[in-house]
């Protein structure tokens, strides 16, 4: 220690200012290097010659410096235990990150099909052999082989967008969008969308059904809802491994991928939340931990309020391999714990039966005024610790001792000592909510529980009300209306009721068959609130499924419904278009480029393998036509907001305008 001192820099008085040592170091300082070579014992220890040159075990250095250890007896584990990383502990810092491959990417996560599959084309050649008769040696018939090509389908191969290499690319891709075929849903049926209206702060109060791919839409709403958004729920597909995975791309990273996928969308999440907001996600046990260490990565450990078990198949899985799984969790975060508050939950038959007593204030029922638990002891909690004094007919009750009384201190069951709930002064000014009662040969006292309008949400919800089965794919069915794994609908109701006030704007960005979007109606229905629902669904369910259901709840509310404009539109005319296969093939070339065709893996093939296939080229060119449509149904691109008035989309002048309309 004592060759830095000759370093005038690092020394504060007689403090070492260890943080410039390190920076020092770490920026190859030659002054800092030169002196601590002139030093015979650290240049051993710290130092490896290579030729004439000295490599610096800066780990090393660092850590003996931490440990203020310079001496002849240094050991990097002479007095601490705990998790290393060549030779620095972590509890040396406060920045633990959870790493996976593809980490630093944008994964568009786009979905045409529920299966999440490419289309691409398949060549199969069938050869019938020829046939002679072995009698005469006549010739039956000849060899022939016939070519078909055919569409297949497989698991989709994701792409994954590098925040460096493909900066041009992500910034097109998560530009805010141009919006189409504008629609409004109201108790009498649907019609034209003629304005879209907004609160005198100018945010837009309606609700919202898009369609088009979750990650694009979230950032086409930042301009509009930054800030301003009370809840964001989101439900990603599951990723178990067996048949009950819903997220199954093709590829080798499936978890790495899996967390990309949250990673991207929590962070846009993050961005639409209002200061006072919440971010919710339904997760089963597969993901869980992982999740929650990346979740609380983007939105900090602290703000991670509760993590909830909510029993949705009481019965249990019967293919589960080991235990029946029961329930799904739910995590959630707040934007800031320290702004956040959270609603109680109404009180049920059940609850109310509870509170049987009566006086002149309300009814209620008794509670144990000894404190049970941690944090219950006198050693603990001294100031909660004394004597309560009692008249022998138990009508008074005082912290000062008066004739004739009984002395009580706080004991549990077993006769430990425990605490009282109370301090004295809150005692004395509360007298008339406390009751005393023998019980044996003891005396025990009691508060009076007052019956609220609501009580606190437990972290375990096992109601039969959040059956998913029950509530949620029943529900649905009684309306016509078949959809795989629904919520229920008490789940979302009650989440909404918890998290979010009358005004809030509540955002679901996998809608699926519009669970939240109806608990939203069903409680401003049933209270007369005024919240609003943002939903995003790429799937083409959300014709048949997402809008009926929404339809089943709409009173007094209507909704919008609007979809992320595509370029497929256009090329599928483009294609009608062509007259020969030449036509096609100098299509095809255009379209490559003008529509990013070359991201899809299925079009490259198409493009390497078949397009110059001479049996391709002998297919009929409506046989040709369909297989190029058939590519292009995959694609997920969309029209950028920048680019709507360009006439090779042909958006329709109510479109653009309404979606000037919308983005203010």
């Given at each position: 220690?004592?060759?830095?001192?000759?370093?005038?820099?690092?020394?504060?008085?007689?403090?070492?200012?260890?943080?410039?040592?390190?920076?020092?170091?770490?920026?190859?300082?030659?002054?800092?290097?030169?002196?601590?070579?002139?030093?015979?014992?650290?240049?051993?220890?710290f130092?490896?010659?290579?030729?004439?040159?000295?490599?610096?075990?800066?780990?090393?250095?660092?850590?003996?410096?931490?440990?203020?250890?310079?001496?002849?007896?240094?050991?990097?584990?002479?007095?601490?235990?705990?998790?290393?990383?060549k030779?620095?502990?972590?509890?040396?810092?406060?920045?633990?990150?959870?790493?996976?491959?593809?980490?630093?990417?944008?994964?568009?996560?786009?979905?045409?099909?529920?299966?999440?599959?490419?289309?691409?084309?398949?060549?199969?050649?069938?050869?019938?052999?020829?046939?002679?008769?072995?009698?005469?040696?006549?010739?039956?018939?000849?060899?022939k082989?016939?070519?078909?090509?055919?569409?297949?389908?497989?698991?989709?191969?994701?792409?994954?967008?590098?925040?460096?290499?493909?900066?041009?690319?992500?910034?097109?891709?998560?530009?805010?969008?141009?919006?189409?075929?504008?629609?409004?849903?109201t108790?009498?049926?649907?019609?034209?969308?003629?304005?879209?209206?907004?609160?005198?702060?100018?945010?837009?109060k309606?609700?919202?059904?898009?369609?088009?791919?979750?990650?694009?839409?979230?950032?086409?709403?930042?301009?509009?809802?930054?800030g301003?958004?009370?809840?964001?729920?989101?439900?990603?597909?599951?990723?178990?491994?067996?048949a009950?995975?819903?997220?199954s791309?093709?590829?080798?990273?499936?978890?790495?991928?899996?967390?990309?996928?949250?990673?991207?969308?929590?962070?846009?999440?993050?961005?639409l939340?209002?200061?006072?907001?919440?971010?919710?996600?339904?997760?089963?046990?597969?993901?869980?931990?992982?999740?929650?260490?990346?979740?609380?990565?983007?939105?900090g450990?602290?703000?991670?309020?509760?993590?909830?078990?909510?029993?949705?198949?009481?019965?249990?899985?019967?293919?589960?391999?080991?235990?029946?799984?029961?329930h799904?969790?739910?995590?959630?975060?707040?934007?800031?714990?320290?702004?956040?508050?959270?609603?109680?939950?109404?009180?049920?038959?059940?609850d109310?039966?509870?509170?049987?007593?009566?006086?002149?204030?309300?009814?209620y029922?008794l509670?144990?005024?000894?404190?049970?638990?941690?944090?219950?002891?006198?050693?603990?909690?001294?100031?909660?610790?004394?004597?309560?004094?009692?008249?022998?007919?138990?009508?008074?009750?005082?912290?000062?001792k008066?004739?004739?009384?009984?002395?009580?201190?706080?004991?549990?069951?077993?006769?430990?000592?425990?605490?009282?709930?109370?301090?004295?002064?809150?005692?004395e000014?509360?007298?008339?909510?406390?009751?005393?009662?023998?019980?044996?040969d003891?005396?025990?006292?009691?508060?009076?529980?007052?019956?609220?309008?609501?009580?606190?949400?437990?972290?375990?919800?096992?109601?039969?009300?959040?059956?998913?089965?029950?509530?949620?794919?029943?529900?649905?069915?009684?309306?016509?209306?078949?959809?795989?794994?629904?919520?229920?609908?008490?789940?979302m109701?009650?989440?909404?009721?918890?998290?979010?006030?009358?005004?809030?704007?509540i955002?679901?960005?996998?809608?699926?068959?519009?669970?939240?979007?109806?608990?939203?109606?069903?409680?401003?229905?049933e209270?007369?609130?005024?919240?609003?629902?943002?939903l995003?669904?790429?799937?083409?369910?959300?014709?048949?499924?997402?809008?009926?259901?929404?339809?089943l709840?709409?009173?007094k509310?209507?909704?919008?419904?609007?979809?992320?404009?595509?370029?497929?539109?256009?090329?599928?005319?483009?294609?009608?278009?062509?007259?020969?296969?030449?036509?096609?093939?100098?299509?095809?070339?255009?379209l490559?480029?003008?529509?990013?065709?070359?991201?899809?893996?299925?079009?490259?093939?198409?493009?390497?393998?078949?397009?110059?296939?001479?049996?391709?080229?002998?297919?009929?060119?409506?046989e040709?036509?369909?297989?190029?449509?058939?590519?292009?149904?995959?694609?997920?691109?969309?029209?950028?907001?920048?680019?709507?008035?360009?006439?090779?989309?042909?958006?329709?002048?109510?479109?653009?305008?309404?979606?000037?309309?919308?983005?203010?």
């Amino acid at each position: 220690m004592n060759i830095l001192k000759k370093d005038k820099r690092l020394w504060d008085e007689n403090n070492l200012n260890k943080s410039l040592l390190f920076e020092l170091l770490e920026n190859y300082d030659k002054e800092i290097f030169e002196l601590l070579l002139t030093d015979k014992d650290i240049k051993a220890k710290f130092f490896v010659q290579a030729g004439e040159s000295y490599v610096f075990k800066y780990e090393d250095f660092r850590f003996a410096i931490e440990q203020n250890n310079l001496d002849g007896s240094y050991t990097k584990y002479a007095n601490t235990v705990g998790l290393s990383n060549k030779g620095k502990f972590l509890t040396e810092s406060t920045d633990y990150v959870l790493d996976w491959p593809y980490k630093d990417t944008i994964l568009e996560g786009g979905m045409s099909s529920e299966e999440d599959t490419d289309t691409f084309i398949e060549k199969t050649e069938e050869t019938t052999p020829g046939k002679i008769d072995k009698k005469t040696g006549t010739v039956i018939s000849v060899e022939k082989t016939e070519v078909s090509f055919s569409q297949a389908k497989r698991k989709r191969e994701e792409i994954f967008y590098n925040n460096i290499i493909a900066k041009d690319e992500i910034d097109r891709l998560l530009d805010k969008k141009a919006l189409k075929n504008f629609t409004r849903y109201t108790a009498e049926g649907e019609g034209k969308v003629k304005e879209i209206k907004r609160d005198e702060d100018g945010t837009i109060k309606e609700n919202l059904l898009i369609k088009g791919n979750n990650l694009l839409a979230l950032h086409s709403l930042k301009e509009q809802f930054a800030g301003k958004i009370d809840l964001v729920y989101f439900d990603p597909p599951y990723n178990p491994d067996s048949a009950a995975n819903t997220f199954s791309y093709n590829n080798r990273f499936n978890h790495s991928t899996f967390y990309t996928f949250v990673s991207n969308r929590t962070k846009a999440a993050k961005e639409l939340l209002s200061d006072k907001g919440f971010y919710a996600v339904s997760i089963d046990h597969n993901e869980l931990g992982y999740c929650i260490a990346l979740i609380d990565e983007i939105f900090g450990r602290e703000n991670r309020i509760a993590v909830l078990a909510v029993e949705s198949n009481p019965g249990g899985r019967s293919d589960s391999k080991f235990f029946a799984t029961s329930h799904e969790n739910m995590i959630i975060y707040a934007k800031d714990s320290t702004q956040a508050e959270i609603n109680g939950l109404p009180l049920s038959e059940e609850d109310l039966k509870k509170y049987s007593l009566k006086d002149e204030v309300s009814p209620y029922k008794l509670m144990s005024f000894v404190r049970g638990g941690s944090n219950s002891t006198p050693n603990e909690r001294p100031n909660l610790y004394y004597p309560i004094y009692v008249s022998h007919d138990f009508n008074k009750i005082s912290i000062e001792k008066f004739d004739k009384s009984f002395e009580v201190f706080p004991l549990d069951s077993q006769l430990k000592k425990r605490v009282w709930r109370w301090g004295k002064e809150t005692v004395e000014n509360n007298k008339k909510d406390l009751i005393a009662k023998k019980s044996g040969d003891k005396i025990k006292i009691y508060t009076k529980d007052r019956l609220k309008n609501e009580k606190k949400p437990k972290t375990l919800w096992d109601d039969s009300k959040y059956s998913a089965v029950s509530h949620g794919s029943m529900r649905l069915k009684k309306n016509d209306i078949d959809f795989s794994f629904p919520k229920s609908i008490y789940l979302m109701k009650d989440i909404i009721h918890i998290l979010t006030n009358d005004n809030s704007i509540i955002l679901d960005m996998t809608a699926g068959s519009g669970t939240t979007g109806c608990a939203v109606q069903i409680i401003n229905n049933e209270e007369s609130k005024n919240r609003n629902f943002i939903l995003i669904e790429q799937m083409n369910y959300i014709n048949t499924s997402t809008i009926k259901a929404l339809k089943l709840e709409v009173e007094k509310d209507s909704f919008i419904y609007f979809e992320l404009a595509e370029y497929n539109e256009e090329a599928k005319t483009k294609i009608d278009k062509c007259k020969t296969y030449k036509e096609l093939k100098k299509l095809f070339t255009e379209l490559t480029d003008y529509y990013f065709l070359n991201y899809n893996v299925s079009v490259k093939e198409f493009n390497d393998k078949v397009l110059d296939d001479k049996d391709f080229q002998e297919l009929k060119l409506e046989e040709q036509k369909s297989i190029f449509k058939a590519l292009l149904d995959n694609n997920q691109l969309y029209i950028s907001y920048d680019e709507q008035d360009d006439t090779r989309f042909k958006l329709s002048e109510e479109d653009r305008k309404l979606t000037e309309m919308f983005y203010g």
